[in-house]
Structure formats: structure tokens, C-alpha cells
């Protein structure tokens, strides 16, 4: 369905559960958008739905950790299309386009993921932000919690599985709370898999019940060999590009990302996190103040992307412990959440801020 770099563990995995009908009832799979989450698990979906017996797709399959559906049945083209009945998905939606382009969000899901298998949720979000607004944010919202309870209680439109895939499902927030009972007793041949940023940002009660997939940094080597298809048209990177992008395949084809504003954010990110990192004093919570104030011109997408990535730093952080590496990790996770949600995030920062080293003085 998708050429997604990487990620042969999972998908071997995945192969391997499908072959043994072992298939966990719910799972979690964690890491950045620009690993291909959501079209990883779009292709799991697929050859879980697909009319055609595995060990015919295998033994046709350009490699054995490929996983894919035949691509031919009627199952797999209506997944091709993303209409297929018994395929659920649940994403972050801006509140004021949700009436008047909801029911076409999933089109352009579609669309926008044929064009870029490593689609960012801001870069979905932002197609609807026809006015240019700042500071907006989407959300998973009660009433598409309602409706994933509606979709599951039904028997499968095919007879066999149903899917419910949520993506950025830490943006279902307190209302998580209402899937757990499903995921604690869901119906028969039912999965769910849930896609996040980072898996701590869930509720320890959601990770409970399902298991989890970790997301990992491709190595420049297993690209070398790849097909010049899988690149979207773009000229096979060079070792270099691929290490300043983290090894991350889709910041590598972020073809929207303007270069000058990605090093801002970026820049911007570090500067936060050095700030942070170290006990507040009065030169550096002026420092601070000046940096969330420029933080917090930015629109809501810069913002997310700004404050997802410094808690990717934080994670490797050498400057600081483990322990404290871990709570600066939490901490811009957490803000990067609570962005649009009429938060000051000046002010939430300095909290937190004063709250960490406080913590860690006693």
C-alpha cells in the first residue's frame, strides 16, 4: 500500500503474526510521523483485511519483512482508497473546520498520504487552516470517541476483522479514559492500534492493554539498496542529509518544510532546552521569557514542531542525568500537547520550570 523505509523488525513481526493468526487484540506504536506510523499501520490493516491467503502474498513478496496485501482483491482496493467498511480511523481535527470539512478529511487524508506516506499531523492540520490563523491545534474530541464506541459494537461488514486505527492518540487527552473497557473486553477479531509521538504522553492504563512497537532511527545502510521509487522523486539522499535528519526518512521529504524557518525552530529548541536543563536565575528566566515569547508567535504547527523536537533532545541530553532527562523530556511533551488550548505557554513553561529544579534541589 505504502513503501515506508525501515521499520523490518515490526513488519517482520507483523508478518509473522499473521501468518500464526497470533494478532494482538491492541497496540501501540510510537515515534515521530516521520518513521510513516500511520502508513505502517494502514499496511497492517490492509494485509489484515486482504482476500488473499498469506502464503501466496509471501511467496510473491519482494522481501519478507515487506508487509502488504495482495493489492488486487476487492478488500485491498478499497483500502487503496481508504473506504473500505470495516477500516475506522480517528485523527486530529481543527474545531472550526471539523462542520464544514469533516466529512471530506478523510479524502484528503488520503490524498495528502499517497503524496507523502510520512505525513506530519501538523502538515494534515494546516491544509485546513484556510485563514492562516495562529495558535490553533486539533483534537480528538468526545464525539469521535462516541463514534469509535458505535463503529466496534457492530459485527465487520466482511465477516472476518474490523481495524480502528487512532492517529496522534495522545490528543484524545481525558477522554482516552472511555475506550478502556473496550480495549479491556473488545469484540471479536477487533484491533486497534494506536499511534503517538511518544508513548508516555498515553495514559499508563491505555499501555497496559495493548502491546507496544517502538519506532527506530533508520541506518543510512539500509537505504543504500533501495529502489529509486521509494524516494518520491526526490534524488536518493546523501549520507549527510540523512544524519542531520536524524535518520528520520520523513524529515529527509518534508518537500513543504521551508529551510530557514525548520533551522529557526530548531535553534529555538536548543536554546529552550539549555534553559531549562540548568536551576532558573535571574538573567536566564529573562532568557526564558524572551524565548516564549517568540515561541509563542508562532503559529500552533511551529509550535508543536518546536517543542516535540526538544523533547526529542531532551531524551539524549548529556548536559543533566537520566532521571532529569526524563522529567525535560515529559515536561515539553506535555507543553507541545496543551498548545491551543487557551494555555499561556509563558507562563506554563516557567512553572513547570521552577516546579523541575525545585523538585530535584530536594
Same mark, same amino acid.
Given at each position: 500500500?505504502?513503501?515506508? =523505509?525501515?521499520?523490518?523488525?515490526?513488519?517482520?513481526?507483523?508478518?509473522?503474526?499473521?501468518?500464526?493468526?497470533?494478532?494482538?487484540?491492541?497496540?501501540?506504536?510510537? /515515534?515521530?510521523? /516521520?518513521? /510513516?506510523?500511520?502508513?505502517?499501520?494502514?499496511?497492517?490493516?490492509?494485509?489484515?483485511?486482504?482476500?488473499?491467503?498469506?502464503?501466496?502474498?509471501?511467496?510473491?513478496?519482494?522481501?519478507?519483512?515487506?508487509?502488504?496485501?495482495? /493489492?488486487?482483491?476487492?478488500?485491498?482496493?478499497?483500502?487503496?482508497?481508504?473506504?473500505?467498511?470495516?477500516?475506522?480511523?480517528?485523527?486530529?481535527?481543527?474545531?472550526?473546520?471539523?462542520?464544514?470539512?469533516?466529512?471530506?478529511?478523510?479524502?484528503?487524508?488520503?490524498? $495528502?498520504?499517497?503524496?507523502?506516506?510520512?505525513?506530519?499531523?501538523?502538515?494534515?492540520?494546516?491544509?485546513?487552516?484556510?485563514?492562516?490563523?495562529?495558535?490553533?491545534?486539533?483534537?480528538?474530541?468526545?464525539? @469521535?470517541?462516541?463514534?469509535?464506541?458505535?463503529?466496534?459494537?457492530?459485527?465487520?461488514?466482511?465477516?472476518? %476483522?474490523?481495524?480502528?486505527?487512532?492517529?496522534?492518540?495522545?490528543?484524545?487527552?481525558?477522554?482516552?479514559?472511555?475506550?478502556?473497557?473496550?480495549?479491556?473486553?473488545?469484540?471479536?477479531?477487533?484491533?486497534?492500534?494506536? =499511534?503517538?509521538?511518544?508513548?508516555?504522553?498515553?495514559?499508563?492504563? =491505555?499501555?497496559?492493554?495493548?502491546?507496544?512497537?517502538?519506532?527506530?532511527?533508520?541506518?543510512?545502510?539500509?537505504?543504500?539498496?533501495? @529502489?529509486?521509487?521509494?524516494?518520491?522523486?526526490?534524488?536518493?539522499?546523501?549520507?549527510?542529509?540523512?544524519?542531520?535528519?536524524?535518520?528520520?526518512?520523513?524529515?529527509?521529504?518534508?518537500?513543504?518544510?521551508?529551510?530557514?524557518?525548520?533551522?529557526?525552530?530548531?535553534?529555538?529548541?536548543?536554546?529552550?532546552?539549555?534553559?531549562?536543563?540548568?536551576?532558573?536565575?535571574?538573567?536566564?528566566?529573562?532568557?526564558?521569557?524572551?524565548?516564549? &515569547?517568540?515561541?509563542?508567535?508562532?503559529?500552533?504547527?511551529?509550535?508543536?514542531?518546536?517543542?516535540?523536537?526538544?523533547?526529542?533532545?531532551?531524551?539524549?541530553?548529556?548536559?543533566?542525568?537520566? $532521571?532529569?532527562?526524563?522529567?525535560?523530556?515529559?515536561?515539553?511533551?506535555?507543553?507541545?500537547?496543551?498548545?491551543?488550548?487557551?494555555?499561556?505557554?509563558?507562563?506554563?513553561?516557567?512553572?513547570? %520550570?521552577?516546579?523541575?529544579?525545585? &523538585?530535584?534541589?530536594?
Amino acid at each position: 500500500m505504502y513503501n515506508v =523505509i525501515g521499520q523490518n523488525e515490526i513488519q517482520s513481526t507483523w508478518s509473522n503474526m499473521l501468518a500464526s493468526a497470533q494478532i494482538p487484540h491492541a497496540m501501540v506504536l510510537s /515515534g515521530d510521523d /516521520g518513521y /510513516g506510523g500511520l502508513s505502517l499501520a494502514l499496511n497492517l490493516v490492509e494485509a489484515l483485511l486482504c482476500q488473499t491467503p498469506r502464503n501466496v502474498i509471501d511467496a510473491g513478496s519482494r522481501s519478507a519483512s515487506f508487509l502488504q496485501g495482495c /493489492g488486487h482483491c476487492p478488500s485491498c482496493k478499497k483500502m487503496r482508497d481508504l473506504t473500505h467498511p470495516d477500516l475506522h480511523i480517528a485523527f486530529p481535527m481543527l474545531t472550526a473546520a471539523r462542520k464544514k470539512q469533516g466529512h471530506k478529511a478523510r479524502g484528503i487524508l488520503n490524498t $495528502m498520504l499517497k503524496a507523502n506516506p510520512y505525513l506530519s499531523v501538523d502538515t494534515f492540520l494546516n491544509h485546513f487552516n484556510t485563514e492562516g490563523k495562529k495558535n490553533v491545534a486539533g483534537n480528538i474530541t468526545s464525539e @469521535d470517541v462516541k463514534q469509535i464506541l458505535s463503529n466496534l459494537t457492530l459485527s465487520s461488514f466482511a465477516g472476518g %476483522w474490523k481495524a480502528q486505527i487512532i492517529w496522534h492518540a495522545e490528543r484524545l487527552a481525558k477522554e482516552s479514559n472511555k475506550l478502556l473497557k473496550l480495549l479491556e473486553e473488545p469484540p471479536p477479531k477487533t484491533l486497534f492500534v494506536l =499511534i503517538a509521538p511518544n508513548h508516555k504522553q498515553l495514559l499508563t492504563t =491505555i499501555l497496559s492493554r495493548c502491546q507496544l512497537f517502538q519506532l527506530k532511527p533508520v541506518a543510512y545502510s539500509e537505504i543504500t539498496h533501495l @529502489d529509486d521509487s521509494v524516494f518520491n522523486g526526490s534524488p536518493r539522499p546523501s549520507e549527510n542529509q540523512w544524519k542531520m535528519a536524524q535518520h528520520i526518512p520523513g524529515k529527509v521529504f518534508e518537500q513543504e518544510e521551508d529551510h530557514g524557518q525548520y533551522e529557526e525552530a530548531e535553534q529555538l529548541a536548543k536554546e529552550l532546552l539549555d534553559l531549562l536543563a540548568h536551576p532558573p536565575n535571574p538573567t536566564s528566566i529573562k532568557h526564558l521569557e524572551l524565548l516564549a &515569547k517568540k515561541l509563542s508567535s508562532a503559529a500552533a504547527t511551529r509550535q508543536h514542531k518546536t517543542l516535540r523536537y526538544a523533547a526529542h533532545l531532551a531524551e539524549e541530553y548529556q548536559k543533566t542525568d537520566k $532521571m532529569m532527562r526524563g522529567e525535560l523530556a515529559s515536561i515539553l511533551s506535555l507543553i507541545a500537547l496543551e498548545v491551543g488550548q487557551s494555555v499561556r505557554i509563558s507562563t506554563r513553561i516557567m512553572g513547570l %520550570w521552577l516546579n523541575l529544579h525545585q &523538585k530535584f534541589k530536594l
